[in-house]
């Protein structure tokens, strides 16, 4: 018997991903998900041409009791910045010096506020409505609102909200909502509009909007009432008191909306946070002349999303804030006895998942952005650790062919990364919807690692765990790592633990090899 020899031929294939700047996705079929999105996404964020590592926090101001409402108050050039806290509320505008308002106590820290003119109201459903206010002699004030109307306890309101030049207080459990007799007015006599004459589905009345429709604030604005039943009422006109300048525009069906919080201003929209998402009301409203969204903010992240409002609608502690210092909107959501924010570049509608912040509330002030903890405030976009804490991130890249169709075994991959300094990177392949976990490694100088030029850093038996160095920070790093496994479609991991460190990642190279037969 003869043997004959096979004839064998070069099989090494080569190939580039790009990083999944599209952000995560928890709607398309793992099998049918694009390339440039993730299937999991946490404490990275996506922009136009990279992923990087999101930035970290530093303690501000520490507190005796959790900090649940933060708000900025703007009068001419300066601003102040409030905090609610402890039953007190607190001027947090300087680090150093933080005071209380020992004249005012509260039953419930998280409020509901909104400014008109120079004046800050702050509202709970259980006490009487605080004003805070700096006068023409710079003298700060904080005192009961200066409202009264007839069979209104005031400390049932329970929102606020500014539209048409008046003030709106919504009366908790009802489906009552009070007005300035006159427009302008901070004062004075408050006149009820009773909304269940109109309401189509009852409930209750949880919030109130200004919706415009031409981007700026005019003749064009809508007052939008919410309830909780997912009913919008929408309203045109300037004058609520002459029939001939208000007029029902229609009574429309959205998802109920999640918690007094549940508004968004962003770009002449509104975002309203609801059990179906995060939803301009340009998508939730079909009213022909309204300038549609560029997209449905959640649409992506749809499955996540009502993964949430289904076990925890209830919880205190939803909250939407548009960051523009860094070009992107968080979703503060309450899990369990946790908390993980949904954040979306606005720019490009790309979503990730921040996880690691236990934040009860969010505010600006001055631009920068903070949040309040169950010890205090944080300042957060600051450095690249969690106040000292390594920040663990972890991407989980779509599955995809590679270019092929054919059984694959993938040997090297070739992520091209910039950081400012050297750090650990687990790196790895998933294959054909597999859910393997690796676990983290730890940063470069922590006991028990080496950088990469000073020890095995990867080898066919231990192809993970990279300790991936940096020449310099404006460099790419480029560098083919082993890695063993075999299947017809790969995930990329992509995972690091750092700190004082920013991290980019930009696109990874992979090489493989095609079976012929069986391998």
């Known amino acids: ?69 933060l708000k900025e108050y703007h009068v001419g050039s300066s601003a102040e ?18 005071y209380s308002y020992d004249n ?69 459990n009802t489906l009552k909502v009070w007005y300035t ?28 909007a200004n919706w415009t429709q031409d981007g700026g604030q005019g003749i064009d604005d809508l007052t939008v009432f919410i309830t909780s039943e997912g009913e919008a009422l929408v309203y045109s006109g300037s004058d609520i008191n002459r029939a001939d300048m208000w007029t029902l525009k229609g009574s429309y069906k959205i998802s109920r909306p999640i918690g007094y919080n549940c508004l968004v201003a962003y770009q002449g929209d509104v975002i309203v946070i609801s059990e179906d998402g995060y939803i301009p009301l340009s998508k939730a409203l079909p009213l022909g002349q309204v300038n549609a969204s560029a997209y449905a903010f959640s649409d992506t992240i749809r499955g996540l999303v009502l993964a949430r409002t289904a076990k925890y609608a209830t919880k205190k502690g ?13 979703f503060n959501v309450p899990i369990a006895n946790q908390f993980e924010q949904h954040v979306v570049n606005v720019n490009t509608g790309a979503w990730c998942r921040f996880t690691d912040l236990r934040s009860q509330c969010w505010g600006e002030f001055n631009g920068r952005m903070f949040f309040g903890s169950d010890d205090g405030i944080y300042l957060f976009d ?16 779509a599955f995809h062919n590679l270019g092929s169709d054919n059984l694959k075994k993938i040997q ?15 790196i790895y392949t998933n294959m054909d919807m597999e859910k393997r976990n690796i676990d983290y490694e730890e940063s470069i100088g922590h006991s028990g690692t080496t950088k990469w ?50 991290i980019e990642w930009y696109e990874t190279g992979v090489r493989y090899e095609v079976g012929s037969g069986v391998l």
């Not at 910045?81 to 505008?93: D, E, P, R, Y």
């Not at 600051?382 to 989980?396: F, L, Q």
């Open 104 to 172: 005012v106590s509260l039953s419930e820290d998280y409020c509901q506020t909104a400014q008109y003119k120079n004046y800050l109201y702050f509202v709970n459903g259980l006490d009487v409505p605080k004003v805070y206010y700096i006068d023409d002699n710079g003298v700060e004030h904080l005192e009961d609102w200066g409202f009264s109307a007839t069979s209104l306890q005031a400390a049932n309101i329970v929102n606020v909200g500014v539209s048409k030049q008046r003030l709106w207080f919504v009366e908790k």
């Open 81 to 98: 910045f409030l905090a609610v806290s402890g039953g007190k509320i607190w001027n947090i505008s300087s680090r150093t010096n933080p």
């Open 382 to 397: 600051e450095g690249y650790s969690d106040n000292g804490v390594k920040i663990c991130g972890s991407v989980e890249q």
């Open 453 to 502: 030029n000073e020890a095995k850093w990867s080898n066919t038996l231990s192809p993970i765990g990279t300790k991936w160095g940096v020449i310099n920070e404006t460099d790419i790093q480029s560098q083919w790592i082993a890695n063993s496994s075999t299947g017809y479609k790969a995930s990329i991991v992509f995972k690091t633990k750092t700190k004082g460190n920013l």
């Open 181 to 208: 007799q006159t427009a302008g007015n901070v004062s004075g006599t408050l006149q009820c509009f009773d909304l269940s004459q109109v309401s189509r589905f009852g409930g209750r009345l949880i919030a109130v």
């Open 1 to 69: 018997m003869s043997l004959r020899l096979a004839q064998r031929t070069n099989k090494s294939i080569s190939c580039t991903l790009p990083a999944p700047i599209k952000g995560l996705n928890v709607r398309d079929n793992l099998s049918d998900m694009g390339r440039e999105y993730a299937i999991k996404m946490d404490n990275y964020l996506p922009s136009d041409t990279k992923v990087s590592l999101r930035p970290g926090f530093v303690s501000y101001v520490q507190t005796e009791a959790k900090v649940c409402t």
């Open 318 to 330: 939803w909250q939407g804030i548009i960051y523009g210092r860094g070009g992107y909107a968080i």
């Open 412 to 426: 090297l991959l070739n992520p091209r990364t910039k950081s400012s300094s050297a750090y650990a990177l687990v």
